[in-house]
């Protein structure tokens, strides 16, 4: 029975490169698939991993229509026995359920793949509609962390090196590894960081934390860190 799977995650969880693995492994089962990404961190008609791993890709478009599109592809004779969808909170959610009908008309398994809420701390309508519709939501199982070490929970944006918790909720910008490399901010530069719900609700970026640390007028305990959870026996 084909299906439609949802898997989901903070940022830095590993989201593009499982969906580049299952891609390699169904493929190298002579199965044949299509790629989907948005907003690609490497650029258009393109899905890439931060491990450097990268493959071409169809580049969805608010004007796309999975079902025309498959349906055409199969009608040509290409076939189509599985689709890899990156990115797909920024989906719409009439795209998410052409994912839903493809599986349940044509037995095509649709591999969805994105981040469950925004820097509000609100769901994509992409994501919620997957979460509605899809028959398996699958949570990732690498931990991304907060500068402090805790597990990240919250997907913020920074800028100008300042968490904001306004704005349109589809803004490109960088995402760095870590706190240390994070680029010096420059007028309305935009970057992405993961944090705990502490430190997200206290907005209490990484670069905010190191400007906390390095104030003369700070001492150690004065510093905002969460206390790492005791590990158990």
Not at 7 to 15: I, L, N, V, Y
Not at 37 to 43: I, K, P
Not at 47 to 67: H, M
Not at 94 to 123: K, P
């Amino acid at each position: 029975m084909a299906e439609l799977v949802f898997f989901t995650g903070t940022m830095d969880c590993g989201k593009s490169t499982l969906a580049l693995q299952m891609d390699h492994n169904h493929a190298a089962r002579g199965r044949a698939g299509l790629i989907f990404s948005q907003h690609d961190r490497a650029g258009q008609s393109l899905l890439s991993s931060r491990l450097g791993l990268s493959r071409q890709a169809i580049e969805v478009t608010e004007e796309l229509d999975f079902w025309e599109l498959v349906v055409r592809q199969v009608t040509h004779g290409r076939r189509v026995d599985y689709l890899i969808c990156d990115e797909a909170q920024f989906y719409t959610r009439a795209q998410v359920e052409q994912l839903a009908r493809l599986v349940d008309e044509v037995s095509i398994d649709a591999f969805a793949f994105g981040i469950t809420a925004d820097f509000r701390a609100q769901l994509f309508p992409g994501s919620q509609r997957l979460i509605e519709l899809a028959d398996r939501t699958e949570v990732l199982q690498v931990e991304a962390l907060c500068w402090c070490g805790r597990t990240a929970t919250h997907n913020a944006r920074v800028v100008d090196g300042t968490m904001v918790v306004e704005g349109e909720q589809v803004v490109v910008g960088d995402v760095g590894d870590g706190p240390e490399d994070a680029a010096a901010p420059g007028p309305g530069r935009v970057e992405y960081e993961v944090l705990c719900r502490r430190h997200y609700m206290r907005r209490m970026s990484s670069q905010a934390a190191r400007a906390q640390a390095a104030s003369p007028d700070t001492l150690p305990f004065d510093l905002d860190l969460c206390p790492l959870p005791t590990p158990r026996p």
